[in-house]
Every structure is written in C-alpha cells, then in structure tokens.
C-alpha cells in the first residue's frame, strides 16, 4: 500500500476528514476531543450499527481492532491493503507483539495515542492533534519539521549552539562531525534515539543542536519537547534522515531520482518498509552500488566528505540552520 489515502467518516453531526499519507498516522489530543468517537464511528459503521446519514467514504477497506492481543494479531494478519484504526483504550497497541504485526503488514494504521508508541518507528510529521471546528474534526499536525521549545514556535533566526548531537555514531555522524569540527563545535552521538531527550536534560548547561531522522522519530519526540522547554538555547531539527539529504543534494545522480524524490510516498510500499527512513537507506545504498559513492551507514565513504560535497550537503539544511554553520 502506498501514496495519499483519503478517508472522510461523517454522521448528521460530525464530520472527520483525514489525509493518510504513510504507513502510521497518530491521533493525539485531550479527552472530549472526539478521537474515540471517531473510531466508534467507523466500527458502527463497518458493523451496520448506524443508521442514515453516517458515512465512511475511502478507497481502501477500512478496519477497527479491538479486544485481546491475541484476536487483535490474528485478525490483522487476515488484513491487506487497509487502513486500520485502533483506539488508545486498547492494551494492545503498546505490546511488541502487536508492534511486530503492524511492521509486517501492508496496510495503513490510524492510531488513537496520547502517549509515544515507542515499539513503532513513525514520522514527527504524521502526529496529529484533532482540532473541533464544530461540525468539522480536521487534523493539525503537531510537529513540524524544525522545533524550539514549543512545536508551534519557528526555529530562532540566530542559533549558536555549543554541542551538536546525533542519534548515534554511523555515517550521519561521521558527516556532521566533519562539518562542525573546522568550527570548533562538538559533536556528540548520543547512542541512540531514546536517549536524545536524556542527554538534554543532563546537559542543561550546553546549547545544543539536536539532529534525528524524523521519519522515524515519532515515538521520542515528546520527550525532547519537553526537554526543549527546560533547555533555552537548545533546538531539535528532523530531517527525514541523513541519506534523504544525500539523495536530495546532488551528490548521487540517477535516472528517475527526482520524481521519487518530490513525491517519495507514491514509490514507498508499506509492506516493504516500516519507515520512509529505511526506503531512503535502501534507496541510497542500491544506487550508489559499486560506484565511488558505495554507501554503508555504519562507514561513511570518504568521497562524501570532500569539500564539494560537504557543500552540497549544508545547501539541503534550512536557512537558519546553513546560516548559523557560516557565521560561526
């Protein structure tokens, strides 16, 4: 299953229209909101429980799971090609075997969660709050793809950080270590996503600049929001992941790879990638194949990190960002 999939549910009263646009989309939101009657309302509607004038209108089957996490697994195994909805009051949403399911599968999820589901990588950009507007339930994305403090403020015009921090210590690293270092600026990898938050937190002290791949960073975001707040100074910035900006820099030329890259869910099956983030890496890896630019994640080949490149790297990261690496 891939590209945009629009479902709009309505009754007399209410009206939900959600444009899906990878594999997991997440509700967030206080109570009284409607998240959970917008699943109530798909799973009467499926069990022919409404009466005239409620509508579940997409052109993919749609499904609601609900139960034990034994009944919930072996029914989605019997799904392909849907788009899933499944409500936060169910305990199964936070097992790993439930996680393990929903990579496996094909279809497409909705996720009622207030709380980061950490067993799933999803995109920053696929956390949506649903906002009443009276008979309409729209979605407003909670993160954008810069963040300082608060997800609804733009990143400072002016940052100077003191420490920069990865994920972890791989080829995005190595880059980013590269860039910085002629500026005097650490960088530090922080041993993975889970502990980006932590590294803040204990380092109050530092400004630092935060780099994570966003398509798979859903789940700790949270975290480091809260963790922003109590650092001033300090900036998130969520690429998709490293190999995006490499494949949109110019570096790497194939036939083809700018149309994947404008519109990258219309080429990404579900089925075959839990995260945009693999599909890029995958996709890096198998175009540079015995090339001077062969790619691996865990080495950075030295021919990314010339002087050229370099350039053409800091060129994909926005304004302020670009700026800040110039005047320091």
């Given amino acids: 299953m891939k590209g945009n999939i629009k479902v709009i549910v309505s009754t007399k009263?209410?009206?939900?229209?959600?444009?899906?646009?990878?594999?997991?989309?997440?509700?967030?939101?206080?109570?009284?909101?409607?998240?959970?009657?917008?699943?109530?309302?798909?799973?009467?509607?499926?069990?022919?429980?409404?009466?005239?004038?409620?509508?579940v209108i997409c052109d993919k089957k749609c499904a609601v799971l609900s139960g034990d996490t034994e009944s919930a697994v072996?029914?989605?195994?019997?799904?392909a090609d849907a788009v899933v909805f499944v409500d936060e009051q169910?305990?199964?949403?936070y097992s790993k075997v439930f996680a393990e399911t929903v990579l496996d599968s094909n279809c497409?999820?909705?996720?009622?969660?207030?709380?980061g589901l950490n067993m799933l990588p999803y995109s920053v950009n696929e956390i949506y709050y649903l906002k009443n507007s009276?008979?309409?339930?729209?979605?407003?994305?909670?993160?954008?793809?810069?963040?300082?403090?608060?997800?609804?403020?733009?990143?400072?015009?002016?940052?100077?950080?003191?420490?920069?921090?990865?994920?972890?210590?791989?080829?995005?690293?190595?880059?980013?270590?590269?860039?910085?270092?002629?500026?005097e600026v650490r960088c530090i990898s922080a041993g993975g996503k889970s502990n980006i938050a932590k590294y803040i937190l204990a380092n109050r002290q530092n400004r630092i600049f935060a780099i994570v791949d966003g398509a798979?960073?859903?789940?700790?975001?949270q975290s480091v929001i809260h963790a922003l707040e109590l650092c001033q100074g300090s900036h998130v910035w969520t690429p998709e992941s490293f190999e995006y900006l490499i494949l949109q820099s110019g570096i790497v030329q194939a036939e083809g790879l700018g149309e994947i890259m404008q519109a990258?869910?219309?080429?990404?099956?579900?089925?075959?990638?839990?995260?945009?983030?693999?599909?890029?890496t995958h996709l890096l890896e198998d175009l540079t194949k015995n090339t001077i630019y062969a790619y691996s994640k865990r080495k950075l080949n030295p021919n990314y990190i010339t002087k050229g490149n370099i350039e053409k790297v800091i060129k994909m990261f926005p304004k302020q960002i670009s700026d800040m690496i110039k005047a320091l």
């Fill in 13 to 55: 009263k209410l009206r939900y229209e959600l444009n899906l646009r990878r594999n997991i989309t997440v509700i967030q939101g206080d109570s009284a909101t409607g998240k959970t009657t917008l699943v109530q309302i798909v799973s009467d509607y499926l069990s022919e429980r409404t009466g005239p004038g409620t509508e």
């Fill in 74 to 79: 072996i029914r989605l195994k019997a799904l």
């Fill in 90 to 93: 169910e305990r199964f949403l």
């Fill in 108 to 115: 497409y999820f909705v996720f009622i969660a207030r709380d």
């Fill in 134 to 183: 009276g008979y309409y339930q729209n979605t407003r994305q909670v993160y954008n793809s810069m963040h300082q403090v608060y997800p609804e403020m733009g990143m400072a015009e002016r940052i100077e950080p003191s420490v920069v921090l990865t994920e972890d210590s791989n080829a995005g690293y190595e880059m980013y270590e590269t860039i910085y270092r002629e500026k």
């Fill in 216 to 221: 798979a960073f859903g789940a700790d975001m």
């Fill in 264 to 280: 990258p869910g219309e080429f990404i099956e579900s089925g075959e990638y839990s995260s945009w983030e693999r599909f890029f």
